[in-house]
């Protein structure tokens, strides 16, 4: 069983910066794409990044492009969301997941772990 634990959030101003981490334990076998969502409130999930195992290719929210970088570091089992220039519309619990496929995707469905989430949120 593979177990993520995501940190990082906090409330910050508009414009500020932020750094979410996500931490991967267990078993990680099929540890391919890593994806991070978003929930605001009763809201579906929303897709905000995803990165390949590689770490070399990424896509993004059309909502979050040039705001927001996803990265890896697969040795120390770590994902990361920089989140930069900040908005009140980015307000919303966090989520890292898991795909054990080896192709990027923006479905929540076809991720197959999910961490717990961290708050963000962005004042005005």
């Known amino acids: 069983q593979v177990q993520l634990v995501e940190s990082g959030g906090g409330l910050v101003q508009a414009g500020d910066s932020l750094r979410l981490s996500c931490a991967v334990s267990?078993?990680?076998?099929?540890?391919?794409?890593m994806g991070w969502f978003r929930r605001d409130q009763e809201k579906e999930r929303e897709f905000v990044a995803a990165?390949?195992?590689?770490?070399?290719?990424?896509i993004y929210a059309d909502s979050v492009k040039g705001r927001f970088t996803i990265s890896r570091e697969n040795a120390k089992n770590m994902v990361y969301l920089q989140m930069s220039s900040l908005k009140p519309e980015d307000t919303a619990t966090y989520y890292c997941?898991?795909?054990?496929?080896?192709?990027?995707?923006?479905?929540?469905?076809?991720?197959?772990?999910w961490g717990q989430g961290t708050q963000v949120t962005v004042s005005s």
């Open positions: 997941a898991v795909r054990t496929v080896a192709s990027l995707s923006s479905k929540p469905d076809d991720y197959d772990y």
């Open positions: 267990g078993r990680t076998f099929g540890w391919y794409t």
């Open positions: 990165v390949s195992m590689s770490g070399i290719r990424t």
